[in-house]
């Protein structure tokens, strides 16, 4: 089953190097621009793998493999952006990259991530076996990338341009990609869905098998291995984005895919057939709500302040975020999960 979950997670791996170009010929092509593009078509993709993972372990009666899951990747990806930070040497990313949709999405994100808590503090109540609060966050993501559209469209406020800043203008498409249609690269990206839809399975798979045979915690596995493993399309689309100079494209992507990675408590709420799923985690999983929470205000925080240049040639924010990141693997697994 080790055998099972590596190459599910290569599988996920070498499907995610093919989206970068792909989204960034789309964002041009349809006019979405690279914020709303990463958001909605890298976000949605990238994690399609670690959805398909939470309703499996849901399916399965793994409520804290699939809550944690959910969370813990929003987390990883959060520090993968700190990460791409590091490769892009000319400024802070948040600085460059700027871009009035993804300060919106951060703050729409620090909300989603509230609801989670919200429902915990209410009864179990529940409909047809969902809490309310599940069929809440699919509501806000959709009015979300709706306000995203129109702030593109007509925005009240505009980020103060400097000789850093790299603006999100259309690029001469080459190679093949330019030769092939519209219709195409969709059917493109939708084959290579396909691919880390069945990845995630066998991940989600090999992972509840791992977590009874080695008695592993489903927190630790969800938060730490599964998590990250599916997560990994999102670090290498972001550094493939920054290193094609697609900077709001890859801010976008993490930020875009964290908040499509709430909608899994969502899909996992509603596979769990157990009652409501935020009263059946413990408080490692909630644990990592609040380090998202908590990464996501430094992100927000970056992405308002524009350092352009960090104390140690990264944003201040950046270090910010892989300092708490860092402790919080080391929480989770020597003090609330443990092994």
């Known amino acids: 089953m080790l055998l099972v979950f590596i190459a599910a997670g290569l599988a996920v791996f070498v499907s995610g190097t093919r989206l970068t170009r792909l989204a960034d010929t789309l964002a041009d092509r349809t006019g979405l621009g690279e914020a709303i593009a990463g958001a909605l078509l890298l976000g949605a993709t990238t994690s399609l793998s670690g959805t398909i993972v939470s309703i499996t372990s849901a399916l399965e009666g793994q409520a804290s493999l699939a809550f944690s899951n959910s969370i813990g990747g929003i987390a990883a990806q959060t520090a993968f952006l700190a990460l791409a930070d590091l490769t892009y040497r000319r400024a802070n990313l948040e600085h460059a990259g ?69 603006e999100d203008r259309p690029e001469e498409e080459s190679g093949s990609t330019g030769e092939r249609s519209t219709a195409a690269l969709f059917a493109s990206f939708a084959g290579l869905m396909a691919v880390m839809g069945v990845a995630g399975w066998a991940i989600a798979s090999s992972a509840s098998v791992l977590v009874d045979r080695f008695a592993l915690s489903a927190s630790l596995v969800g938060a730490l291995a599964t998590a990250t493993v599916t997560s990994m399309p999102e670090l290498v689309t972001t550094l493939v984005a920054v290193r094609r100079g697609a900077l709001q494209l890859a801010i976008g992507g993490i930020i875009g895919g964290n908040t499509f990675d709430t909608l899994f408590l969502t899909a996992a709420d509603v596979s769990y057939r157990d009652g409501s799923l935020y009263h059946a985690v413990g408080r490692a999983d909630l644990f990592w709500v609040v380090i998202a929470a908590l990464m996501t205000a430094v992100l927000l925080a970056g992405l308002i302040l524009r350092e352009r240049t960090g104390p140690i040639r990264i944003g201040t924010e950046s270090a910010a975020m892989l300092a708490i990141y860092a402790s919080a693997v080391a929480v989770q697994i020597f003090v609330t999960g443990g092994i």
Not at 143 to 157: D, G, Y
């Open 98 to 166: 700027a871009e009035l949709v993804n300060v919106f999405q951060a703050v729409v994100l620090f909300g989603l991530l509230m609801l989670p808590l919200l429902a915990v503090t209410l009864p179990e109540f529940t409909l047809w076996s969902v809490h309310p609060v599940s069929l809440a966050i699919p509501v806000v993501y959709v009015l979300s990338l709706v306000a995203s559209r129109t702030i593109r469209a007509e925005p009240m406020w505009r980020p103060v341009p400097t000789a850093d800043t790299r």
